[in-house]
DNA sequence: CAGAAAAACTTGTTTAAACAACTTGCGAAA
DNA sequence: TTTCGCAAGTTGTTTAAACAAGTTTTTCTG
């Protein structure tokens, strides 16, 4: 449910791209037209632009116009610069997601897991592991760190359905700003426990640190995913600065 | 040489950041005074500020503040939402890059290729190998493809100092926008030949469509790096759109 | 003193206008 | 006919203003 006026028109437009309305490498409507179309200001049609930008559905060329640059085939399982559970991410790809707790624990951050996570040493920490399936396939397996004070009880219940749905909608926590960082790692034993790796020796590891709108960090994941079903898109663009 | 007003204020608070002028966690002057200091209007701030959230520095949080996030350990050597040449990577890290080429070939593209890179079948082609150190090591190996009409008479000079060089200011044609995937697969014996992988299997793998300013998609790249020297770093905001 | 209401301050959205920079095409001049 | 220059159309940058929405501080009331 989008509350904007650029964040609708960035839908419309976005959907039309997606569908077709506009072909590839085809031109969209100049600013001016959009405006009479969707009656407001050029800013509120600049913006829905900038973000179609963004995420790599168009490209602008000052003085030609804005060009359609969609291929349908680079759907993905992944959004890009966009926070979203693997539930939220599996649901938007129209896919059955499972997940499983298969630890869950108490602990105090000692020196060691401040450094690797974050968090200050002494911290009261919630530590879980848990697999991911997507159709039954076991394709991930997370290790989360919560900070127990701003996660209160957490139970093997909520774990296995929705963490960010208990933190959004229970906890009324707003979830801001994720650092992620991409590697290449090699397995350990608990992963080649859980997740069918086949030949690969290594796995494809996503490191997250999660802020709240006080800016602390409330989470630390790593998400180990089984290489042959992992993919990652993202678009840049040529900036001088 | 950054050109534009907002770009410029963009540059001088990342700046304060990255000397701590500002210190982790600390919430930057408002709006108000900023706009004072700079002598410019509310937007212009604004848009720098956009700039320094989309890259990680600072998060915004409505009727309280600007909260500085950086955090000095994260700096890595792969920019983030940016086209960037290897060389200009290296250099930007102070590090010593060397590109060596070990084929270079054209070629027509027949059903395979085109299926693979998104060139159109036919397509006159320039096809090379390349592989890049830093600091003496091989750390990358390259298979570019450049359609030989938009990137004409390349020649191995060329692709040993810098093809990026050679198309923007030689060629005076202008980069745009690129899309990456990132994935993780098996090595191939080119791969074990060229990098050194010790146990590793797997590489971690950046393919990417590059496209200028018609709108003309001239290079097909895949670039295979050796896992333990690679990370990409992203920044990700929770949008309900 | 405690709590509620109001004020002040913050960022978020939208409109309007002007000028700059770049591209294209038309028409006039050579 | 060819070429140059200008006009028209496009996106890029910047300013100004108003209101909305969220947070914090102050003030007032009980």
Not at 133 to 152: E, R, S, T, W
Not at 195 to 220: K, P, R
Not at 221 to 235: A, E, I, K, L
């Amino acid at each position: 449910m989008p509350k904007s006026r650029y964040s609708d028109i960035y839908q419309d437009l976005k959907n039309k791209i997606e569908t077709g309305e506009y072909e590839f490498q085809e031109l969209l409507p100049s600013e001016h037209q959009l405006i009479e179309h969707y009656d407001c200001s050029r800013n509120t049609i600049r913006r829905a632009i900038g973000n179609l930008v963004t995420d790599g559905y168009v490209q602008t060329m000052q003085g030609k116009g804005v060009r359609n640059i969609y291929q349908p085939t680079q759907q993905n399982s992944f959004a890009i610069g966009n926070i979203e559970s693997f539930r939220e991410s599996a649901l938007r790809n129209g896919k059955k997601p499972k997940t499983r707790v298969i630890y869950l624990t108490e602990l105090v951050a000692d020196k060691n897991i401040a450094r690797r996570t974050g968090f200050e040493p002494g911290s009261n920490l919630y530590y879980l592991q848990r697999v991911h399936y997507l159709d039954n396939k076991a394709l991930i397996l997370n290790h989360n760190y919560f900070l127990k004070d701003l996660v209160p009880n957490l139970t093997k219940e909520i774990a296995e359905s929705s963490i960010y749905d208990y933190i959004e909608n229970t906890l009324n926590m707003s979830i801001i700003t994720s650092k992620r960082v991409f590697t290449v790692e090699k397995m350990t034993e608990i992963d080649e426990k859980y997740l069918e790796l086949g030949d690969y020796n290594c796995l494809a590891v996503v490191t997250s640190q999660t802020y709240n709108s006080d800016g602390i960090m409330f989470e630390y994941t790593q998400s180990r995913h089984r290489p042959d079903y992992f993919s990652f898109q993202d678009n840049a663009t040529r900036r001088v600065r």
